[in-house]
């Protein structure tokens, strides 16, 4: 193996630990490991030291990274030593954005997603798992059956089904389905009526309920905001017990994958308290970073901002919602739609789903008092307004404040856009995984040339913009290896290339969901690399992304998951 510098930090006076008792390592070493990683395919993310020939762990930081020789001075007879073998070592995986609780939710609700997650190929089968769910959970008549992941892009019939369709499911039970995009919902007509949405409800403002053709009678699918005037009896709200379960579960699915550091991307403050409380009660295996909707400037002046973690959670910020879907049509563009939803005029922009106006307040509220946040914006309207608001906020600043102001999902971001984010130092965060999933209904919504440049991360690497990417938990599951290879590869489920100037590095993309992701979250000095003095957030691979095949990366296992310095999944 070859030489390395060794780079060791000095714990024995940080931690109050002295040497003796220490055993194997050498007097002025430092403590023992109670870890050491050994092998040719560590892969440490930082760019002063890429690869290394071993690392040690202490508790619950990285102490040593460097030559074989000089790491294993740090073992003793309680360490224990990893040999990788043909496996690789990488820096925990970092969750740009996500809604992590879906995760555990998933695992025992109603799931309506086409393939590869699940396998509703059409209207039928939707309505044939709802009918088997009603019997299977013996839900009684009145009570609302929910369900979600349908994909109307996927269906055979290419529609979303309508209160017609699923009243053929059942017409005892009001039946709330959200769609993959978690941005539409469609009902059956118990739920309408329930919910009291009639020919004479208006649309709210950011939403639409779309109407029977020829009529002013709802049709069942509800857009955006709409889906806030559901009001159906869901049955008796889970305890603080099973709250703190599913919490918990929904970490474990993350952690298989890899993921130690997960978002809760857009709860309430409400929910951010139950997570400290769980936390409190038993610390968490991974951390979990909420940010939080607020409804009035109030709410930014009462938010509990965190820097730090407590158990395993802090509140890390405020994510605001600024248009739509771009799967569900609904993203808001300055172009109209090749093609757009149902009865969609051939001006179709979309629309935005929040004041513009109050938007840009609230953002400069938030960089004054140094919160970060996270803004929606799939369409480039929408992003035209995010960025307005980050250089209206800085202009009336004598120093602009290291703000990393974060575009979440950023779908159709123009190149013109990438300058100004670059200038502004704001962070995109792509929902690359929308290449595949996607890319070939984007390429019918917008046509050749926007629908070949979504998620467009080589404008952004060209640019030097700071930039990550994610999977938007629950809308497809957490598989960052997936993911990654999504981002080098962009094949859509036909086998089309979309645009292929676009596609990463394998090396871009493990950056993006590591060190860049870490920047993401202003925890650059303490995360994202396998780096001595950094948090001890490790995963093993079966083998090494970097030497792999890229049509083979998705299919790469992740072997163990440490989380600082604990194993916190084998497979």
Sequence with gaps: MRRQTLVVIGLACALGIGLAGCGAPPAGVGPAADLIFVGSNIVTMDPSQPTVDAVAVRGETITAAGALDDVMAFR????????????????????????????????????????????????DDLVRKIQAWIVEKDIPPGQAVSGGGYDDSLLAEGRHPTAEDLDRASTDH????????????????????????????????????????????????????????????????????????????????????????????????????????AADREPFKADVAAFVRVGSMEDIDALPYEETYRGGVRVAGVKFVLDGSPQGRTAWVTEP????????????????????????????????????????????????????????????????????????????????????????????????????????????????????????????????????????????????MRLVSITVNRKTRSGHVLGPHQRATVQEALHAVTLGAAYQYFEEDTKGSITVGKQADLVMLETNPLTTDPAELEHIQILETFSRGRSVHQR
Excluded: C
Excluded at 80 to 99: E, K, S, T, Y
Excluded at 420 to 440: E, I, K, M, T
């Design 76 to 123: 003793d007879p309680s360490t224990r030593v990893v040999d990788l073998g043909d496996g690789a070592l990488l820096p925990g995986f970092i969750d740009a954005h996500g809604h992590f609780l879906g995760a555990g939710r998933a695992l025992d609700a109603l799931s309506l997603h086409s393939p590869p997650v699940g396998d509703v190929t059409n209207i």
């Design 174 to 277: 009001p039946i709330v389905l959200t769609h993959v995009s978690g941005h539409l919902s469609a009902v059956n007509s118990a739920a309408l009526v329930a919910s009291d949405i009639t020919a004479d409800t208006a649309d709210p403002d950011g939403g639409h309920i779309r109407r029977v053709e020829g009529s002013g009678r709802p049709n069942g699918v509800l857009e955006e905001t709409a889906s806030r005037l559901i009001r159906v009896d869901r049955g008796a709200p889970r305890t603080a017990d099973e709250t703190d379960a599913l919490i918990r579960r929904s970490i474990d699915v993350y952690t298989s994958y890899g993921t130690t550091t997960i978002q809760d991307g857009g709860t309430s403050t409400q929910f951010a308290e139950a997570l400290h409380a």
């Design 337 to 480: 739609y090749a093609e757009g939803p149902p009865g969609a005029a051939p001006d179709y922009r979309a629309y935005s789903t929040m004041d513009p106006e109050l938007y840009k307040a609230r953002a400069a509220a938030l960089i004054e008092r140094g919160v970060p946040f996270l803004a929606h914006a799939n369409g480039d309207a929408a992003m035209d307004v995010m960025l307005d608001g980050v250089d209206e906020a800085l202009a009336g600043m004598e120093v602009a404040p290291d703000h990393r102001s974060v575009i979440i999902h950023a779908q159709l971001m123009r190149a013109d856009q990438l300058d100004r984010a670059a200038a502004l130092n704001v962070v995109p965060s792509f929902f690359s995984a929308h290449a595949f999933f996607w890319g070939d209904w984007h390429r019918r919504s917008f046509g050749e040339e926007r629908g070949n440049n979504v998620s467009p991360v080589r404008w952004a690497i060209d640019r030097g913009v700071n930039f990550t990417v994610h999977n938007d938990a629950s809308i497809v599951p957490p598989d960052i």
